[in-house]
């Protein structure tokens, strides 16, 4: 079992930058895929970068170039910098840790992310 807790969500103004962590506990050793998905009502939950294994990274294009997804393997922890935020990226931010094949999926409480003036 994987246990997730995310934070570092709040209120921002637009062009202002959040640090999101995802702390893991539990044994991680068969994880093969770590991302960050996000929400907002009446929307389907979205996936907006990801990490596989060997380091690899995927971002949706709405946020290229400014959100980066980086781990520390040390802390179990994976981070989401997001910088110039934009009101559209208000939502619930979730982080997410997959097996290979997805026979396990871990999911995190979500953490708000505002960005309004």
């Known amino acids: 079992q994987v246990q997730l807790v995310e934070s570092g969500g709040g209120l921002v103004q637009p062009g202002g930058s959040l640090r999101l962590s995802c702390a893991a506990s539990g044994s991680t050793v068969s994880i093969y895929v770590m991302g960050w998905h996000r929400q907002t009502p009446g929307k389907q939950r979205e996936l907006v970068a990801s990490m596989i294994r060997d380091g690899s990274t995927n971002y949706d294009d709405s946020v290229k170039g400014r959100f980066t997804i980086s781990r520390d393997n040390a802390k179990k922890t994976v981070y989401l910098q997001m910088n110039s935020l934009k009101p559209e990226d208000t939502a619930v931010y979730y982080c997410?840790?997959?097996?290979?094949?997805?026979?396990?999926?871990?999911w995190g409480q979500g953490t708000q992310v505002t960005v309004s003036s």
């Open positions: 997410n840790f997959r097996t290979r094949g997805g026979v396990f999926d871990y």
